[in-house]
Every structure is written in structure tokens, then in C-alpha cells.
């Protein structure tokens, strides 16, 4: 180093002091203020809320660095978010005088003396494209934080509710099984992991669907008379995620006046399959009427687009829907079904269904129906919907049958439907509903008449696991031109075991 500087080292090193100092004195300077000014801005920080965008890089380094501990076996706790920004010291002032002559003892220092080693710089983990499937879904959703327990991780449990749940309703329950199991153990205390842990068992359960309906006053001149039913179907638990096995067995009866008491049974047993964006199912049916008894088969699915659209079909061998007093002069039908449905964002819904049932009399009747149900007005516990539906009948054979068969008619209601929920607490919902649709009917031959029809109904909903509704109705409209009255009561009950 002497023999670099020269015999005029006293003066080169006041110059190179000089130099240094004017150099470097405006960029001390300008590294104190901005200091300042981050201070100030960590400060306004601290004391501003979080935004959610906040929330989710740091549960997706937390994540991360969670899978990493959890293939090292290391358990991972997750640190406050602001633990350290809020114990760190703040940092020192710069003195430019003792930057200046820093600078200077740094460039004379002896070549041949050793150099200590820089401290190590903490530098953030970047957010990479192999992060586990869970954490890319953050990413993917984006909403904002919901009812998560802690606030730390909000965002992203509340995000992967809704992937989980979306899962869930497109019937993906192998990746849902795995994604749930995923989040109940890295967020086992969260509100929205616990909910999700309760739907996913409940898929998981045996399930009984029993529903039943009494007529003590008919329209005699379509269904015959007083009439009763009772349906019920016993599915298993899941088979591999996708396949449930079924029974069932059904019952239904009339009296008519000039024949008495008219049934029919039907059992049946199958396999059912629900799969990505695809339920379906089939079976075949052993049918006992007044004739004799009958083999039959039952097939149908439904088809999930989007979260928007879904269409489905089926065809019945011998089906359930043809009347009783067909079945009593002998005369049997096959059905055939096709339906769509499109829900508009999530206060419409347009559904739209074709029916086409051929007698083994000859006679070919094609139904169409057509119902639209919109929200009005929503208050607190109440809201308001109108529903319109229109169903009309065409059948190929004339009037003069055994059964109610007009050559054609439509039937038009439109009406509010007013729903309260009575009890809500937790996992418990309660509620009764009442709408009044007037209407008319039309029937070739015999014109317009009016129609009404109204129906109250209560509901509840125990947890995940047993659901109900009790119905009553009332429904007046002509037939053959003459008026007819309809009350009737239904009950359906699902529980999960």
C-alpha cells in the first residue's frame, strides 16, 4: 500500500478525504431522509387495517414454509404477522462525517489484513409454481376474508371454503376428501375448515329420503278421488367417493266411486353415480297393480355445465307418473324426460322440462313446463320472490278415455312467495313460506276459466344430517268445464346416518 501512494501520501490521502466527503455527504444525506420517511410510512402502516392482499402473501409464504417443516417433520407455528416489525429497534441515524471517513479507512486499509465476513441479508421466499396445490388455489379465488377464527389466515381459509365448496356441488369428492382433510389439519380451530369438515361427513353418511302426501278432497275428475302415498329410498354410504347402492319401495292408492279402492306398488333396487359435474343413476322395478305385475326400469342423470347451466333426462319402463285410474282399466305408460335448467346470477332461475309419455292404449301425450322464479326484496328475516310457471298437454287419442285425457289445455299461474326464517341459530334452521299465484286454465273444447293455487309450507334443517318440510296446498281450476277443488298436504324427510 506505501508503494502505491508514494512519498506525497500525506497530502493524496487529505485530498482523497476531501473528495470523499463531498461524494458522499448529499448520499447520506439522501439515505437519512428516505429512512424517515419508511419509518413514517411503517407507522401509518401499523395503524391502517389489513387488506386481504396483505392477508394472502403472507398465508402463502406461511404455507410454504408449513409443507417444508412438515416434510423435515417439524411441526410449523405460524408467527404473528407484525411480531417483528413491531420489536425490531428503529434504525440508527447516518452521520456523514463518519460515512465520509469510513470510506476513507475502508480504501486505505491493508491489502494482506483479512476481510470479515458480510452479515447475513434476510431475504423473503419467493412465491413459486411448485407451492402445494392448496396454496395456488389463494390465488386462484382471491376473496375476501371471511369468517375465519383468526385473522392471520382469514383470507385463505375463507378462499378455500369456497374452492372446497365448489368441489363439494360439482360432486369431486375424491380431490374435496383430500383438499378438507388438508385444511382441517393445518387450520383445525377455523370456523370454515370445521363447516367444511361437517358437510364432507354428511356426504359420507347412509341416507333415507321418505316422502308422503294425503288428497282428503280431489279434483274427482282427474286423479278420481281421495288419494295417498308414501315413497322411500335408502341410499348407502359412498363406494370409492362416487357409488352408492339403493332400494326403494312406494305406494300409492285412490278410492273412486265406481271402483273403489284403486293401487299400485313398486320396488326397486339400483346404483347410483355421482361424479364430476355428473349424477346418475338406474334401476329396475318390479310393479304390482290391479292387472297383474310388471317388470320395469328406471334410468336418469343430469348434467352439470357450469355453475349457471345444468340439463338432465330420463326414461321409465312402466312409470310411476301414469294415473291411477289408467292402471285401473289396465292401460300402462313409458315416460321420457329431458329438462334444462339456468340459474342468472343468484336472484334468477329459469327451469324448463318436456315430458313424453306413451299408453299402451295408443294414446301419445307430450308435456311441456315452464317456471320462472325471481327475488324481489330482501329485510332482515323476510324476502319476497315471484314465480311464474306455465304447463300445457297434448295428447294424440280424444277425450272419451278411461283416464283425464283433454285434447289440450294450458294451465298459468304467477304469483309472490313470501318466506320468513322463524329460528336460525348455528347449524338449526327454521322457516315457513306462503305463496298465492292466480292463474287461468284453458282446455280445448271448453275455454278459459279462472285458477288459483296456494300453498304454505314450514321447513327445518338440523345440522347436515336430517332436513324436513310439511306442505298443505289448495288448487282451483275447471275441468270438463266443471270446477274442481284440490287439497292436499305433503311431508319430506331426509336423514343422514
Do not use: C
Amino acid at each position: 500500500m506505501a508503494g502505491r501512494l508514494g512519498k506525497n501520501s500525506s497530502e493524496n490521502s487529505v485530498n482523497r478525504y476531501a473528495r470523499a466527503r463531498a461524494v458522499l455527504l448529499p448520499v447520506a444525506v439522501l439515505v437519512a431522509v428516505s429512512m424517515s420517511v419508511t419509518r413514517a410510512t411503517a407507522a401509518e402502516s401499523d395503524n391502517a387495517p389489513v387488506g386481504y392482499g396483505q392477508i394472502e402473501s403472507r398465508i402463502v409464504a406461511e404455507s410454504i414454509a408449513s409443507h417444508q417443516d412438515e416434510a423435515d417433520g417439524t411441526p410449523a407455528v405460524p408467527a404473528p404477522a407484525s411480531a417483528s416489525a413491531l420489536s425490531a429497534p428503529p434504525p440508527a441515524p447516518v452521520d456523514a462525517d463518519a460515512a465520509a471517513s469510513a470510506a476513507v479507512d475502508a480504501d486505505t486499509v491493508d491489502a494482506d489484513a483479512p476481510v470479515a465476513a458480510a452479515a447475513p441479508v434476510a431475504v423473503p421466499a419467493p412465491v413459486v409454481d411448485t407451492a402445494p396445490p392448496a396454496v395456488r388455489e389463494v390465488q386462484l379465488v382471491g376473496r375476501v376474508a371471511g369468517p375465519g377464527s383468526d385473522p392471520q389466515y382469514r383470507g385463505y381459509v375463507n378462499s378455500q371454503t369456497d374452492a372446497d365448496l365448489a368441489m363439494l356441488d360439482n360432486h369431486d369428492y375424491r380431490a374435496a376428501t383430500q383438499a378438507i382433510d388438508r385444511l382441517s389439519r393445518n387450520y383445525p380451530d377455523s370456523d370454515d375448515a370445521q363447516y367444511l369438515r361437517r358437510k364432507l361427513d354428511a356426504y359420507n353418511k347412509a341416507e333415507l329420503d321418505v316422502n308422503a302426501y294425503y288428497n282428503p278432497r280431489t279434483m274427482a275428475a282427474i286423479t278420481g278421488g281421495e288419494g295417498a302415498g308414501v315413497d322411500a329410498t335408502l341410499y348407502s354410504a359412498p363406494i370409492d367417493y362416487n357409488w352408492r347402492v339403493f332400494a326403494g319401495s312406494s305406494y300409492a292408492h285412490e278410492n273412486e266411486s265406481d271402483a273403489g279402492l284403486v293401487d299400485e306398488s313398486q320396488s326397486r333396487a339400483g346404483v347410483e353415480y355421482r361424479g364430476a359435474s355428473l349424477v346418475a343413476s338406474v334401476a329396475p322395478t318390479y310393479n304390482l297393480y290391479r292387472h297383474g305385475e310388471r317388470a320395469g326400469f328406471n334410468a336418469s342423470g343430469e348434467w352439470s355445465f357450469n355453475n349457471a347451466w345444468s340439463a338432465g333426462g330420463g326414461y321409465q319402463l312402466f312409470s310411476r307418473d301414469v294415473p291411477l285410474q289408467a292402471l285401473n282399466a289396465g292401460v300402462t305408460a313409458n315416460k321420457a324426460s329431458t329438462n334444462i335448467d339456468w340459474k342468472i346470477g343468484e336472484t334468477r332461475e329459469v327451469y324448463a322440462e318436456a315430458d313424453d309419455m306413451a299408453f299402451s292404449d295408443g294414446n301419445n301425450r307430450l308435456i311441456g313446463d315452464v317456471l320462472y322464479a325471481q327475488n324481489l326484496y330482501d329485510w332482515n328475516d323476510w324476502w319476497l320472490d315471484g314465480v311464474a310457471q306455465t304447463a300445457a298437454t297434448q295428447d294424440s287419442g280424444d277425450e272419451f278415455r278411461a283416464y283425464y285425457n283433454p285434447k289440450a289445455d294450458v294451465t298459468e299461474f304467477i304469483g309472490p312467495k313470501l318466506t320468513e326464517i322463524l329460528y336460525h341459530r348455528y347449524d338449526i334452521l327454521y322457516k315457513h313460506s306462503l305463496s298465492v299465484s292466480p292463474g287461468g286454465y284453458w282446455q280445448q273444447n271448453y275455454g278459459t276459466s279462472p285458477a288459483v293455487n296456494i300453498v304454505y309450507a314450514q321447513s327445518l334443517r338440523w345440522g347436515d344430517s336430517f332436513e324436513t318440510r310439511a306442505a298443505a296446498d289448495y288448487t282451483h281450476q275447471d275441468a270438463d268445464g266443471q270446477p274442481q277443488n284440490d287439497v292436499g298436504f305433503t311431508v319430506n324427510m331426509v336423514e343422514r346416518f
